[in-house]
């Protein structure tokens, strides 16, 4: 008779740190506060455990002149301002990823284990920092959504993050994600990938720069860098610069948006 077939191997544990006594006592005699862990703390550092620990990252770097998209933005503002509506070079950046994931649509995907889900619509998620943690609400069919849906979209989202009222559905799901700490005047950061989706965008401040222009003479532009981390189980290198490559492409010629 054959022999049993072997047993698949076990999935090698997620490595842990020190124990919390253990830690505890290198500060034996030092003032501290102890915080407790909730559940939305417990959640994070677990994901983002896993994530870092089993997802295989790797980054790409752009810089994108904001000169043009911050002129389109003011003339978009000045006609919508009647209506009561704002728009931010966020909102910008949610839609430029958007059509971009439907321009490059083997991007629009999330790892599935031992598969690869590939998503027809446009799905972002937008990192909400909130007191003790944040959430990643996620703009269902953004790439369909005018300027100003997503504008307030995201706004109400946003806030109802910020209170704790929003429901799983409205965080849960989506391919892509972006995180903007550009607010706080970062100039770049790498970002860490949101299971199970491909990538996640990372956007800094725009500041002035000195650039060297079409004709090689030397001006000053408002520049912008933003990384993308990607899965590289999901999306290769070539294919990912092909994404950031036309998110960057729109965000440089904003009224594409709008074709």
């Known amino acids: 008779p054959s022999a049993p077939a072997a047993a698949p191997p076990a999935a090698a544990a997620l490595a842990t740190g020190p124990s919390a006594s253990t830690v505890a006592r290198l500060y034996e005699g030092r003032e501290f506060e102890e915080i407790s862990l909730?559940?939305?703390?417990?959640?994070?550092?677990?994901?983002?455990?896993?994530?870092?620990?089993?997802?295989?990252?790797?980054?790409?770097?752009?810089?994108?002149?904001?000169?043009?998209?911050?002129?389109?933005?003011?003339?978009?503002?000045?006609?919508?301002?009647?209506?009561?509506?704002?728009?931010?070079?966020?909102?910008?950046?949610?839609?430029?990823?958007?059509?971009?994931?439907?321009?490059?649509?083997?991007?629009?995907?999330?790892?599935?284990?031992?598969?690869?889900?590939?998503?027809?619509?446009?799905?972002?998620a937008v990192a909400v920092a909130i007191e003790g943690g944040l959430f990643t609400p996620v703009l269902k069919d953004a790439d369909k959504k005018t300027l100003s849906t997503l504008s307030a979209e995201m706004k109400d989202l946003a806030q109802r993050a910020r209170t704790r009222r929003l429901a799983p559905h409205e965080y849960q799901g989506g391919s892509f994600a972006i995180s903007n700490l550009g607010m706080f005047g970062i100039d770049n950061f790498d970002a860490v990938i949101n299971p199970p989706h491909g990538a996640i965008l990372a956007v800094g401040a725009g500041v002035k720069r000195p650039v060297v222009k079409a004709d090689g003479t030397i001006g000053v532009a408002t520049v912008m860098s933003m990384t993308l981390s990607v899965d590289h189980r999901v999306i290769d290198g070539a294919l990912g610069a092909e994404l950031l490559k036309a998110i960057v492409g729109y965000l440089e010629n904003p009224v594409a948006m709008l074709a």
């Open 38 to 124: 909730d559940g939305m703390r417990k959640t994070i550092a677990a994901r983002l455990t896993e994530a870092k620990q089993t997802i295989p990252h790797f980054y790409l770097r752009r810089d994108v002149q904001l000169d043009a998209l911050m002129k389109f933005r003011g003339e978009l503002n000045a006609g919508l301002e009647s209506r009561g509506v704002k728009l931010s070079v966020n909102d910008f950046i949610i839609k430029a990823c958007a059509i971009a994931l439907q321009d490059v649509p083997d991007a629009n995907a999330v790892w599935a284990g031992d598969r690869i889900l590939r998503l027809k619509p446009s799905d972002v």
